[in-house]
């Protein structure tokens, strides 16, 4: 008997926002429920905290999307308060640690920096919106070229990708000029330096305004638009289960964290787009565990540094004049810190590595105002490279039924470990780090390569491979490898080794698979 399909989405993040889009966009009788653990952060759901203009609103939102680590916001998310000791070390503002070091804290000695954020918009709330493409290898070899270009061209217009923002910064196209002249001769025509594409609304007093999942929901959240009637956003609701008929989901088993009480909410479709790390965990702990459930993890390692901006270098480029316009457009919204966004991507043989120059006048840290270089007129570029790490089974987030996390789930163990040829490739990105530093200006803190874990984009762990040989968790279209109706959606599907921000790519494959679970729909209903 035919009825209106219900898909369930767990996760409100980038990729659950684009498969709700999609499916909702292209089945006219479809109802989406997504189902979110964390608290809504903003009035209109899922919306960048970069954009909360008032900072004590804005660390506040971040506090509460800080899980286990969201200090006095703790119980009133659902969290119980003996998960942390005081003093330990804390994750970037608007995440929180996998291995936190409190009751129930997941293991990672050896992918410590490894974080997660619990709000609506997932880590999509508090992202830099970097969305560049990937290029060569890093693609997926069994997507076609021209359907991958087609998919790539969606994910942007659903992340409000700019391409040329901030082209008219005089200090970003000084920074290119000097970077030019010192790579451009090593690196193939079109993977130059150049803008780095960035998800944002350019507005008219120059600043931007960050995209968040609210902008991939759209019409979702436009009581305007008639989708937004069959779109449902459950926040505070933490799915426990994906149940399984079978081989096929039924729907899935949430928990109200308000009122501690749990229900089954059936579905033709179950969409898990989770993180990289709890997405496998929810499988796991459904009892769905293929042989490459939580392996192939993958990052790019980073190497970062800063550097304080030369006049003299500077001003071979651009004016006193240009740099004032410069200082007086960025002084209207001093609360953003990016300015300008610069890049030289990856390209093969030559440049496996991607660099990420962000101009702003301020450097990230306290720097002591007499020492040589704080107030800098120039200001800052804080650049960094990504590099590759090639996916290994052996490098894994496993689950222990033995042990419970703080939530009630199999717990967490990361292992993660670099090989002589990452190592050598690290080195030799580091080198072109230093040559970018003096072509620009002077260090003011070194390259240093950070801890694993530190990208924040973490991949592999819910592979997509082209058959079911065991190195793969999801088929081409994102379908878990022998269920029906059951797909996965993050950067855990990429397959590859890649260098770059990967949201953009995740979108794309979501695409992907959202527009094929509509045609399953569609035939079945
Ligand atoms: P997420 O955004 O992580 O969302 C997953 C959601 O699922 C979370 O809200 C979580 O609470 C929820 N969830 C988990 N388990 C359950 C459950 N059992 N039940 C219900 N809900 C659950 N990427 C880029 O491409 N470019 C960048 O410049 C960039 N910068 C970043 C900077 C920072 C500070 C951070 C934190 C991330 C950055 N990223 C960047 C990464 C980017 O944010 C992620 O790639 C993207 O958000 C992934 O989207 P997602 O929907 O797969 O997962």
Not at 261 to 289: K, M, N
Not at 299 to 328: N, Q, W, Y
């Amino acid at each position: 008997m035919s009825h209106n399909p219900t898909i369930a989405v767990v996760g409100s993040g980038p990729i659950g926002s684009a498969y709700a889009r999609v499916l909702l966009e292209s089945l006219p009788d479809a109802r989406v429920v997504m189902f979110e653990a964390g608290p809504q952060l903003t009035e209109r759901p899922g919306e960048s905290v970069r954009n909360i203009p008032d900072p004590e609103a804005k660390a506040r939102a971040r506090e509460m999307s800080q899980g286990p680590q969201a200090g006095s916001f703790r119980e009133s998310l659902g969290i119980p308060e003996s998960t942390v000791t005081e003093g330990m070390f804390t994750a970037r503002q608007g995440t929180h640690l996998i291995d936190f070091g409190g009751d129930g804290s997941g293991h990672a000695p050896t992918f410590p920096a490894a974080a997660a954020a619990t709000n609506v918009g997932g880590q999509g709330a508090h992202w830099t919106c970097a969305t560049p493409s990937p290029a060569f290898s890093e693609k997926v070899p069994f997507i076609p070229d021209d359907e991958w270009e087609e998919l790539i061209g969606r994910a942007k217009e659903l992340l409000h990708v700019q391409s040329a923002a901030f082209a008219d910064s005089g200090v970003g196209a000084g920074i290119r000029s000097l970077l030019e002249e010192e790579f451009a001769g090593e690196l193939p025509e079109g993977y130059g330096v150049g803008t780095l594409p960035v998800a944002g609304d350019p507005q008219p007093d120059g600043s931007m305004r960050w995209a968040g999942a609210d902008v991939v929901l759209g019409p979702l959240i436009d009581p305007a638009s008639p989708l937004s009637a069959r779109f449902e956003l459950r926040d505070l609701s933490l799915v426990r289960r994906v149940e399984l008929d079978g081989n096929r989901a039924t729907g899935v088993t949430v928990e109200d964290l308000r009122t501690r009480t749990t229900s089954f909410i059936p579905a033709d479709l179950v969409v898990v787009a989770a993180d990289a790390f709890r997405s496998p965990q929810l499988l796991w702990a459904s009892g769905i565990r293929p042989r490459a459930l939580g392996h192939y993890l993958t990052e790019h390692p980073v190497v970062i540094s800063t550097v304080a901006l030369d006049a003299e270098k500077m001003c071979r480029f651009v004016t006193e004049g240009e740099l004032d316009a410069e200082l007086a457009r960025r002084a209207l919204n001093p609360a953003d810190p990016v300015a300008a966004v610069n890049r030289i991507p990856f390209s093969e043989p030559g440049h496996p590595f991607s660099l990420q120059v962000m101009y702003a006048e301020t450097p990230p840290f306290p720097m002591d105002p007499e020492a040589p270089l704080a107030n800098n007129r120039w200001g800052y570029v804080n650049m960094g490279f990504g590099m590759r790490k090639r996916p290994r089974y052996e490098d894994a987030v496993t689950f222990d039924d033995g042990e419970l996390d703080y939530r009630g789930f199999p717990n967490m163990t990361i292992a993660y470990e670099l090989s002589e040829d990452e190592l050598a490739e690290i080195d030799s990105a580091t080198q072109r780090l230093r040559r970018a530093g003096k072509a620009l200006g002077e260090f003011v803190a070194e390259p240093r390569l950070m801890p694993n874990g530190s990208s924040l984009h973490y991949q592999g762990t819910l592979r997509m491979g082209s058959n079911d040989d065991g190195a793969s968790v999801a088929d081409p279209w994102s379908r878990v490898w022998g269920h029906e109706g059951l797909v996965v959606g993050g950067n855990a599907l990429i397959p590859t080794a890649t260098t770059m921000n990967p949201t953009l790519m995740s979108v794309a494959i979501a695409v992907r698979g959202a527009r094929k679970a509509a045609e399953a729909l569609r035939a079945a209903h």
